[in-house]
């Protein structure tokens, strides 16, 4: 825990933490006594040290220490190691990557997925909100209307963001008055008989849909 969330050492000198710590130790583990800031500093210090280098040379060993990006398997496979050879350590997935996988599977399913039947209508409605966002940030005379009636900044779906897609469609639904005002507004009715018509037509759809 120190180590993992850079907690000063100075914290187990804490009398707050260590009467968190004894009451929590002494309900299942009696006679447990939480770690001295000597031994935090000397002993626990070189354990963890020495797990560092354990764990660098596994990483050597599987093949991903010259790469440049580690992908999930091979943690998966570091970690599976890391058990087999101490028992007493195990590996645990993220818990935020784990959730939103689960959510992308929900807003993405695959078609061949058992939840694409009852999940499709919620693809449908990300596309829609898609649509929305990419219309008024790729065309400035749309972001201009919009602006005139929010000074919130649409969210679009990011990969490297997790549960982007929960984000972006909650952010429509705070700015929907105002894209309500937007695809009302007089200026709106310019698209007319342009390149731009159908998906302009398309968008004022998508906003009353919501």
Same mark, same amino acid.
């Given at each position: 825990m120190f180590y993992a969330f850079a907690l000063p050492f100075s914290t187990a000198k804490n009398s707050y933490f260590r009467q968190f710590v004894y009451k929590l130790a002494n309900s299942k583990l009696a006679g447990y006594v939480p770690p001295t800031y000597n031994k935090l500093r000397t002993m626990f210090l070189n354990a963890c040290e020495c797990?560092?280098?354990?764990?660098?040379g596994f990483l050597e060993?599987? =093949?991903?220490g010259r790469r440049g990006l580690?992908?999930? #398997?091979?943690?998966?496979?570091?970690g599976l190691s890391i058990e087999a050879k101490y028992?007493?350590?195990?590996?645990m997935p993220c818990v935020v990557h784990t959730v939103n996988l689960a959510l992308k599977a929900i807003c993405e399913p695959p078609n061949n997925s058992s939840q694409?039947?009852?999940?499709?209508?919620?693809?449908?409605l990300m596309s829609d909100c898609d649509d929305i966002i990419t219309f008024v940030s790729h065309h =400035?005379?749309?972001l201009a209307i919009?602006?005139?009636? #929010?000074?919130?900044?649409l969210l679009k779906v990011a990969e490297t963001r997790f549960a982007s897609h929960?984000?972006?469609?909650?952010r429509l639904l705070q700015v929907k008055n105002a894209l309500e005002k937007m695809v009302l507004d007089a200026e709106w009715k310019s698209f007319s008989k342009t390149n731009f018509e159908s998906k302009a037509d398309k968008v004022k759809e998508c906003v009353f849909f919501l």
């Open positions: 797990f560092t280098s354990t764990f660098s060993k599987e =093949g991903t580690l992908s999930t #398997s091979c943690f998966k496979a570091v028992p007493l350590i195990f590996s694409y039947n009852e999940c499709k209508w919620i693809y449908a =400035g005379k749309a919009f602006q005139k009636y #929010s000074t919130h900044v929960v984000m972006m469609a909650e």
